[in-house]
């Protein structure tokens, strides 16, 4: 079944591309400078964080000698988080943002959530372009364990689609779904050490970190840009396995409830 819809999926690549093509050039078709947003948006977060906590408040990590530590770990965290937000809050509409389209021409529906995957990844692409560039110009980059971001990126993304294809299939059927998750997202991104090191938090709380995966995920992104070590794998187990035990759940569902999500709309 699994190979049936990837020749489905691969088929219909042309649809895939130029969907993603559309959504990028609709996001700018009445800006003056069109595109370059996609560039100037990231340039300008990073440049502020930069100048603010490492030049006006010298704001600095315990045990890293770098006026640049905590803007690294600023952007590290915030950079990573919006990639899952990003992937998780467009998936849960994603069914009925293109009600239109479902009802009138035929697809494999599973290209939905991939389309929603490459378009959060081309945003995440080009803001992390000139993050890197920010750490090769500043002298921080982490050096070799900077391949260490591949597989963590891997999960992330994985953990992400497979929340969201649930979230989104729910969403159709009790709208209130949606509503509750993007409250949710919020407390979940203050429980996840984005902005401030775990270790201020009291170790009670701290070993609550655990339960929350994305905490450990956003832990590994700073570990490798701002430390320049390794990522603890073992960490790294209980993600890898929800994010595929949350894959399987979410296409088990949306294959199970496909037809049902048609008439719903």
């Known amino acids: 079944m699994a190979v049936g819809m990837l020749r489905s999926v691969w088929s219909y690549r042309g649809f895939i591309s130029s969907s993603v093509k559309r959504e990028f050039q609709s996001r700018y078709r009445n800006s003056l400078l069109g595109a370059?947003?996609?560039?100037?948006?990231?340039?300008?977060?990073?440049?502020?964080?930069?100048?603010?906590?490492?030049?006006?408040?010298?704001?600095?990590?315990p045990g890293v000698d770098n006026s640049f530590a905590y803007s690294i770990y600023l952007c590290a965290g915030v950079l990573t988080w919006g990639l899952f937000a990003d992937i998780v809050s467009r998936a849960q509409n994603v069914f009925l943002e293109h009600a239109n389209l479902i009802k009138k021409i035929s697809f494999p529906r599973i290209c939905l959530p991939i389309i929603v995957v490459l378009n959060a990844g081309i945003n995440f692409a080009i803001i992390f372009t000139l993050f890197?560039?920010?750490?090769?110009?500043?002298?921080?980059?982490?050096?070799?364990?900077?391949?260490?971001?591949?597989?963590?990126?891997?999960?992330?993304?994985?953990?992400?689609?497979?929340?969201?294809?649930?979230?989104?299939?729910?969403?159709v059927f009790f709208r209130d779904v949606g509503q509750f998750f993007a409250v949710?997202?919020?407390?979940?991104?203050?429980?996840?050490?984005?902005?401030?090191?775990?270790?201020?938090?009291?170790?009670?709380?701290?070993?609550?970190?655990?339960l929350n995966p994305m905490a450990t995920l956003v832990m590994a992104?700073?570990?490798?840009?701002?430390?320049?070590?390794?990522?603890?794998?073992?960490?790294?187990?209980?993600?890898?396995?929800?994010?595929?035990?949350?894959?399987?759940?979410?296409?088990?569902?949306?294959?199970?409830?496909?037809?049902?999500?048609v008439d719903e709309l």
Not at 232 to 254: D, H, K, N
């Open 36 to 61: 370059a947003w996609t560039v100037l948006n990231p340039l300008a977060m990073i440049v502020v964080y930069t100048v603010i906590f490492s030049q006006v408040m010298k704001a600095k990590l």
């Open 132 to 171: 890197i560039a920010f750490l090769l110009f500043s002298g921080s980059f982490p050096g070799i364990s900077f391949i260490a971001l591949f597989p963590v990126l891997a999960i992330q993304i994985g953990f992400a689609i497979g929340l969201g294809i649930i979230v989104g299939v729910l969403n």
């Open 184 to 210: 949710l997202l919020q407390f979940w991104f203050w429980f996840t050490p984005v902005v401030y090191p775990s270790t201020i938090l009291p170790e009670r709380v701290r070993d609550y970190l655990n």
């Open 221 to 261: 992104y700073q570990n490798i840009l701002v430390h320049g070590k390794w990522p603890e794998w073992s960490t790294l187990a209980i993600p890898a396995v929800l994010s595929i035990v949350l894959c399987a759940i979410g296409m088990r569902l949306f294959r199970r409830r496909v037809g049902e999500i």
